[in-house]
């Protein structure tokens, strides 16, 4: 290798010194620094290994071997854009169409999910002629300024002032925490009617919609699983009032979910949107993202008269991965992989929370799957400090886990596609372990938080 390799404290001082000071990392108070990864595993400096449930960038395993020779080897023939004719982005633009719906057959390489989720929005606005955007409570779509104005997940930390006028939110639809609950007769029907709500005010307002947006299945926002008929209510509602539907699942497609390749596919084989939007996965951590609609949003989009150029949006290289990726998730039938593991992790999950009360609510579909921490399930208070520490002692324990949510008390498993049975008992044995302390402390404390916070301090000096 010709970058020379760092002593860990030079490059945290480094980092300090010449990276953004806004620029999370994990673990801040004793971060880990991994020099290389293979599959399902991570290694640092001094070669612990680490298994990662967090990881859905690499998709099929960490440095795959068919994506990287895919990547090189057209690396060292051509690398160019698009503005060229090219053989990588036609076929592969035609094996994606190939996985979704028939409607949806025009595709925009770029380079982000941010930056797809950002052309949709164009998309929709130029095709509809109308600016208002209806998005989801704790959505999260993107770091540009197009997409925190459509994220409450980051926009609710600013003034009511800094949100735009032309974004309006609509509840979560979380049947275990959110306004409608798994106890409602009909909570699909009731949180449209929310939406149905924010379309008749913004109609007294003399405006129109331009489009719903939604991650499929709510990653940032807590692993929320949206009930069944709700998106196509929505989309209903959203089409009558001149506007269109957009899928976000730069977080949760390509086979995740295990019984269908796009998540929006758990809503039913009759609900299609007019674009989705992808990325994260797409490219198995190399910077690749898509967007696909229809041919009438396409040639709507043309019709403004304005030229639509990305310098490495759909380069060769990048075809030639993206290729790649869908080579292996088929041969290696990842997807099968991730509904057979993944049904294991909840069906052992389910367990667990049968003998530990701080264990609210487990929900997901394959290998994306959350676990709500709650000091108290009737009241649903959440466990925040007791699932930051369950993060910090899995990591000891040399197994990688995050927590997000709007209480960031959630739990949230997004492991690699080739995650086994096997990394399932592990991670399931040693959080186990680590509530059961967490109980041990509650008897001895009058506060399990008083007791986590202390392990905390002891874990930061």
Same mark, same amino acid.
């Given at each position: 290798m010709s970058v020379q390799e760092l002593e860990k404290k030079k490059t945290i001082d480094l980092r300090k010194k010449h990276i953004g000071p806004s620029c999370k990392i994990f673990f801040s108070h004793d971060p880990i620094k991994i020099v290389r990864a293979k599959g399902q595993y991570m290694y640092d400096e001094n070669g612990q290994q680490y298994l990662d449930c967090i990881n859905n960038v690499a998709h099929v395993g960490h440095c795959h071997p068919d994506v990287v020779t895919a990547g090189a080897q057209q690396m060292e023939m051509l690398n160019t854009n698009t503005r060229f004719l090219h053989d990588n982005l036609v076929l592969y633009a035609q094996r994606l169409q190939a996985t979704l719906p028939d409607k949806l057959s025009v595709c925009y390489f770029v380079n982000s999910g941010s930056e797809a989720n950002d052309l949709a929005l164009r998309l929709a606005r130029q095709y509809t002629g109308n600016k208002d955007i209806i998005t989801l409570e704790n959505a999260y779509h993107g770091h540009v300024s197009s997409l925190i104005d459509i994220s409450p997940y980051k926009f609710h930390q600013l003034s009511d002032a800094e949100q735009s006028q032309f974004v309006h939110v609509a509840p979560s639809p979380d049947v275990y925490r959110g306004k409608y609950r798994a106890g409602h007769p009909d909570p699909a029907t009731a949180y449209a009617d929310e939406v149905k709500k924010i379309i008749n005010n913004v109609h007294k307002k003399g405006r129109k919609i331009a489009a719903f947006i939604a991650e499929s299945l709510q990653s940032c926002g807590g692993q929320v699983i949206p009930p069944v008929g709700y998106f196509q209510q929505v989309a209903e509602l959203v089409r009558k009032a001149g506007g269109i539907f957009i899928a976000d699942e730069v977080q949760v497609g390509f086979g995740r979910i295990g019984s269908d390749f796009w998540a929006f596919q758990l809503q039913g084989q009759d609900f299609v949107p007019d674009i989705i939007t992808m990325g994260k996965p797409i490219g198995n951590g190399h910077p690749l993202s898509c967007v696909v609609t229809t041919r009438e949003v396409a040639e709507a989009f043309m019709s403004s008269g304005m030229e639509y150029f990305n310098t490495f949006g759909g380069n060769p290289v990048s075809c030639a991965i993206g290729l790649a990726v869908l080579d292996v998730i088929e041969k290696e039938n990842l997807q099968g992989n991730a509904l057979?593991?993944?049904?294991?992790?909840?069906?052992?999950?389910?367990? %667990? #929370?049968? +003998?530990?009360? &701080?264990?609210?609510?487990?929900?997901?579909?394959? @290998?994306? /799957?959350?676990?709500?921490?709650?000091?108290?399930?009737?009241?649903?208070?959440?466990?925040?400090?007791?699932?930051?520490?369950?993060?910090?002692?899995?990591?000891?324990?040399?197994?990688?886990?995050?927590?997000?949510?709007?209480?960031?008390?959630? %739990? #949230?498993? +997004?492991?690699? &596609?080739?995650?086994?049975?096997?990394?399932?008992? @592990?991670? /399931?044995?040693k959080l186990d372990l680590i509530l059961t302390a967490a109980l041990t402390h509650r008897r001895g404390n009058s506060s399990i938080a008083t007791a986590l916070i202390c392990s905390k301090k002891q874990l930061c000096a």
């Open positions: 057979q593991v993944g049904q294991y992790l909840t069906n052992r999950l389910e367990k %667990l #929370k049968e +003998k530990h009360l &701080l264990i609210g609510d487990i929900r997901g579909r394959g @290998l994306f /799957v959350g676990v709500e921490l709650v000091r108290d399930r009737a009241k649903l208070t959440p466990a925040t400090a007791e699932a930051q520490e369950v993060i910090y002692k899995l990591k000891e324990q040399h197994i990688l886990l995050s927590a997000d949510g709007p209480h960031r008390n959630v %739990l #949230k498993f +997004k492991p690699p &596609l080739c995650f086994t049975t096997e990394d399932v008992d @592990l991670v /399931v044995e």
